[in-house]
């Protein structure tokens, strides 16, 4: 079974600050995706890494894909209350399913 | 938006009677998910399915059955509920982009269960 671990899994901060969210594995994966899910609905793509070593921005968010494809991170520069939410990792294994991490709840207070 | 809606939206329940959860789409997608989501524990695969009446198990599959007998609709029944599948329910769909390699996760906007 491949797990994925997400920290921290809180994380409240002021608007304009910046964070890093990190998910890691033992495993190795073919792709991993970040999602963000709002109270109360289902978790939204935010984008999808695929090389190792691999960085993709998304305005003020950007994600790394670790150079052996095991780890990643989303950080995100000058927090804002939009922000809040549930980030999600997920991590694809060689049969083509996902392994979600727990999550991490951020809090960004204006 | 990947066109996903699920019934019901919430649903209250005793222990010992049989639920189903219905997800619809309506965008001839092959692949569909579901999976529970319960605080700790982030999002776990109960079942899929690849194609109408081809379905296989995720990781926690026991206490669930489904059934796809149309490409648009992917049914998640709970033969004997338990207080134990209080949770949260999400079906999903498979993207086009990148296939099995990227497995890029369209979600529905979830059902609330709880079992008394």
């Known amino acids: 079974t491949q797990l994925l671990e997400q920290s921290p899994q809180f994380l409240s901060i002021q608007e304009g600050e910046n964070l890093t969210v990190y998910c890691n594995s033992s495993?190795?994966?073919?792709?991993l995706q970040w999602y963000r899910q709002e109270p109360g609905e289902g978790p939204v793509l935010l984008v999808t890494?695929?090389?190792?070593?691999e960085v993709k921005k998304l305005k003020r968010l950007t994600f790394q894909f670790g150079d052996a494809r095991k780890d990643s991170s989303l950080h995100i520069t000058a927090a804002q209350p939009g922000d809040t939410g549930l980030y999600l990792c997920?991590?694809?294994?060689?049969?083509?399913?996902?392994?979600f991490g727990d999550g991490t709840t951020l809090t960004v207070k204006p | 938006d990947a066109g996903i809606t699920q019934s019901p939206r919430h649903k209250v329940t005793e222990t010992g009677t049989p639920v189903t959860l219905r997800c619809h789409q309506t965008?001839?997608?092959?692949?569909m998910y579901w999976y529970r989501q319960d605080p700790g524990h982030g999002l776990r695969l109960i079942h899929y399915?690849?194609?109408?009446?081809?379905?296989d198990k995720g990781e926690v599959s026991d206490g669930y059955s489904v059934s796809r007998s149309k490409t648009e609709d992917f049914l998640l029944t709970l033969e004997s509920a338990t207080s134990s599948q209080t949770s949260v329910y999400f079906c999903?769909?498979?993207?086009?982009?990148?296939?099995?390699?990227?497995?890029?996760?369209?979600f529905g906007p979830g059902t609330r269960l709880t079992v008394l």
């Open positions: 999903a769909i498979r993207g086009t982009s990148g296939g099995a390699a990227y497995n890029e996760q369209f």
């Open positions: 495993s190795v994966f073919s792709s």
């Open positions: 890494v695929v090389t190792g070593g």
């Open positions: 997920a991590g694809v294994g060689n049969a083509g399913k996902s392994t």
């Open positions: 965008e001839n997608h092959r692949y």
């Open positions: 399915s690849y194609g109408v009446k081809d379905t």
